[in-house]
């Protein structure tokens, strides 16, 4: 679609994952660009605010009527619309009468996102149940160090960017590729607007059961990315997927689509092999602790680096980039992966350190899955040895509150030393779905593995906090480090455990 300069765009859900970010990179190429959403808060409220976006908080028709922004256009000349707007909003009906009389055209995020930004660029997609942030903002980093000025489209903000969206040169595209429904118009999985050349794979299980029946549903819209891709995917081999029969049956889809298929993984057969991982200081900062990584990565044999980002997982998704990069040809000097390396500053809400003191340190992660869940415990571990890890948990997503994964929830915890955890948020499950948080904690509590440990249930945030403050006071000298996982907010809970704990010290990087 072409636009004429300084056209009016209207964003529909303004505020929703990643229509913020493309909206002010449509406002900086000169469009005309004004949003509606429901009430929005920091930070997106004030993140739109600094963009100088003009915003109602409130869905109506007259949002697609130009004078109600003292414009002399009729109609919006494009209008982009969130997936979290439903066919029954008052705003998205007016916009369906507006396509038959003014011309006016509809795009969803993804699609807006592929037509204007991606464009005919070389398009790296980075797909997956699991690591898809982390993965996107080291493939984006490592490309940039690399001097291709890559443009990307993150669903979290990485540090060294400080924003998880950009145009970039011409050269190169980098997207999160999220397997979730692109709008009420169009239930296909977004990534399949991405127009990808090469799809980076980190393995596939179920989740977003609010969107997907079943496993094979999920499998179903990756055998579809095949169908979109043009070269060719790196793939998790079976030795190290979550689950080894989903990408053993991506691998044998790629193979009858006649498309390139490297493996990644820790199998001898893999051309990108992790050889091992383990904790160890940095050679740059003595006094943290990183991962120290051997691997063998294709032609250029086995190689040893270290990272900034624990654990296997982690480990995991830089090969991935790294034999991303080298299939694409897109690869620098060893030299230049471990000063990219050195240069990583993560993500926010990716293990990120918000508190720390001589005693207490607070980590806030957006782990909400059971496999997401058991390796950013193991991940936390490794990077804090010495410390009791005391694990909080919140089941907030659409896929945690149900109780379809239960049995592997129970498992998940078995790294921490002490658990707390809150029941579900929702409220629109079904009674026969919802998981029952009192029968997790007695699975848990069975499990060997947990024998002895601190296991609370708490049914409000001011309860964990409290009852937290009072474990950690009777551990006396004892280190703790206290990991936060969920995908929402928490209610504000790493404060309050930080001002609870009545240790006097600044956030970590102030």
């Known amino acids: 679609m072409i636009l004429q300069p300084k056209a009016w765009i209207h964003f529909v859900a303004i505020g929703g994952t990643g229509m913020g970010a493309l909206a002010g990179l449509l406002k900086s190429q000169g ?28 869905y109506a028709a007259k949002n697609v009527e130009g004078q109600t922004w003292g414009f002399a256009d009729a109609a919006p000349a494009l209008v982009i619309v969130g997936n979290a707007i439903s066919r029954g909003n008052v705003e998205a009906q007016a916009v369906e009468l507006l396509l038959g009389a003014h011309g006016t055209v509809r795009m969803s995020f993804a699609q807006a996102l592929a037509e204007f930004e991606i464009g005919e660029k070389k398009s790296f997609v980075v797909a997956g149940t699991h690591g898809k942030t982390t993965t996107t903002s080291f493939l984006a980093w490592m490309l940039e160090c690399a001097g291709r000025d890559p443009g990307f489209f993150i669903g ?5 960017f400080g924003q998880g969206c ?5 050269a190169c595209f980098v ?7 692109t709008a009420y118009w169009d239930k296909e999985s977004k990534f399949l607007h991405y127009r990808p050349d090469w799809v980076l794979c980190t393995g596939i299980e179920f989740d977003h059961a609010d969107i997907f029946k079943d496993l094979a549903a999920v499998e179903s819209a990756f055998k579809k990315l095949i169908g979109k891709t043009k070269r060719g995917w790196l793939l998790i081999d079976e030795t190290s997927a979550p689950r080894p029969a989903s990408v053993a049956v991506v691998a044998d889809q790629l193979k009858s689509a006649g498309l390139e298929c490297h493996r990644y993984g820790a199998h001898p057969d893999s ?4 050889m091992s991982c383990e904790g160890a200081p940095l050679p740059w900062a003595s006094d ?15 190689q040893v680096f270290y990272s900034p980002s624990v654990g296997v997982h982690n480990a995991l998704n830089l090969l991935g980039v790294l034999a991303t990069m080298h299939a694409a040809g897109e690869l620098p000097s060893f030299d230049g992966v471990q000063t990219a390396l050195q240069g990583f500053r993560g993500i926010k809400r990716r293990q990120e350190e918000r508190f720390r003191s001589r005693r207490l340190v607070v980590i806030d992660d957006f782990a909400h899955h059971p496999t997401a869940i058991r390796e950013t415990i193991a991940a936390i571990r490794t990077r804090y040895p010495d410390y009791h890890l005391a694990a909080f948990f919140e089941a907030r997503s659409a896929t945690s509150a149900r109780n379809i994964l239960e049995r592997e929830m129970s498992e998940a915890f078995d790294g921490a030393d002490s658990i707390y955890l809150m029941p579900p948020t929702k409220t629109n499950i079904p009674e026969a779905e919802k998981l029952d948080i009192t029968h997790l904690g007695r699975d848990i509590a069975e499990r060997p593995k947990n024998a002895g440990k601190r296991l609370v249930i708490a049914g ?3 309860e964990i906090g409290t009852t937290f403050l009072s474990d ?16 929402g907010p928490f209610g504000g809970l790493h404060t309050r455990i930080w001002n609870l704990s009545r240790e006097v010290a600044t956030p970590s990087g102030a």
């Open 31 to 58: 469009f005309r660009v004004t949003g509606s959403d429901g009430p929005l808060y920091p930070p997106m409220s004030t993140y739109i605010e600094s963009l100088r976006i003009p915003l109602v908080t409130e």
């Open 156 to 160: 979290g903000i990485p540090v060294n």
């Open 166 to 170: 950009r145009p970039g040169g011409p």
């Open 175 to 181: 997207t999160e590729g999220d397997e979730y429904d």
């Open 271 to 274: 051309t990108y092999r992790l």
């Open 288 to 302: 943290e602790r990183g991962a120290k990584i051997e691997a063998l990565i294709g032609s250029h044999g086995r």
């Open 460 to 462: 409000s945030h001011d």
């Open 472 to 487: 950690f006071q009777g551990r006396e000298r004892a280190r703790t480090v206290a990991l936060l996982m969920s995908n």
